[in-house]
């Protein structure tokens, strides 16, 4: 044998002679790959996705406060994928567990917008709308129920602190510039949470899948097929060649 003969290489011109030679192994791998694709997306259900947006309003609990305040929008669009949003939901709707619908949502806060995202996917159409839609409405609730749980002690003192200016009864300016301050304070914090936001848009019952349809499936697996035929087919050619130039 001699080992100082070059070794063949396969030239890209040969590529289609190659690939036409031993179309069997082309054809084969991309039947494979198609029939492992069609089996894969018979099996999976076709799932669907609704999505929810508001916007998200600043919120104080004290009455000196200014008036215009940024809203932390990453922290609240974790409190919008928590659990006990998710919780709130769930008693609204009652198809699916907190878990659940954690597992299936997904919020975004777009950059420079106080505005929040929700979608949910799921196996049901109507569900994830439905699904999408409540965490919306238990997201508002959950932060007007934070803000008058923090306001309900301070609300508490300033109903006292007017109590006992107006058990005095006295018309002292400064007493009634003290309980009409007091008063307006006490307005504040009672309206605190009223306005958490407000749902801009409204999931609606997704028509179409938002999975790949079994024919996309097919097509993409067979076109994967058909480059691992290619690959074989130039693997087979090669290793011919070279046993060739070995003898």
């Known amino acids: 044998m001699n080992s100082n003969k070059q070794l063949p290489v396969v030239e890209m011109g040969d590529f289609f002679s190659i690939v036409f030679r031993r179309w069997k192994t082309v054809l084969g791998a991309a039947a494979v790959c198609g029939a492992v694709g069609a089996g894969l997306g018979a099996a999976a259900p076709e799932t669907y996705s609704a999505s929810a947006a508001l916007t998200v309003a600043p919120l104080t609990t004290s009455p000196f406060a200014a008036s215009q305040q940024q809203v932390n929008m990453a922290t609240e669009r974790e409190v919008m994928a928590s659990r006990e949003v998710a919780a709130i939901a769930a008693d ?122 079994l024919p996309v499936v097919v097509a993409g697996t067979v076109a994967f097929g058909l480059l691992v035929g290619c690959g074989l087919a130039l693997g087979r050619e090669r290793s011919h060649r070279l046993k060739g130039a070995r003898e």
């Open 92 to 213: 609204t709707v009652g198809n699916a567990s907190p878990e659940d619908l954690m597992a299936e949502t997904s919020v975004a806060a777009p950059s420079g917008s106080q505005v929040l995202k929700v979608t949910v996917k799921g196996v049901d159409a109507e569900n994830t709308a439905a699904n999408a839609n409540a965490l919306a409405e238990a997201y508002l609730l959950f932060r007007t129920q934070g803000a008058e749980d923090v306001a309900h002690s301070q609300i508490a003192e300033l109903e006292r602190k007017i109590s006992d200016l107006t058990a005095k009864r006295t018309t002292a300016p400064a007493d009634e510039a003290a309980l009409s301050s007091l008063q307006d304070q006490l307005v504040s914090l009672r309206l605190v949470g009223e306005v958490p936001g407000r749902v801009i848009s409204r999931a609606t019952v997704p028509v179409d899948p938002a999975s790949p349809g």
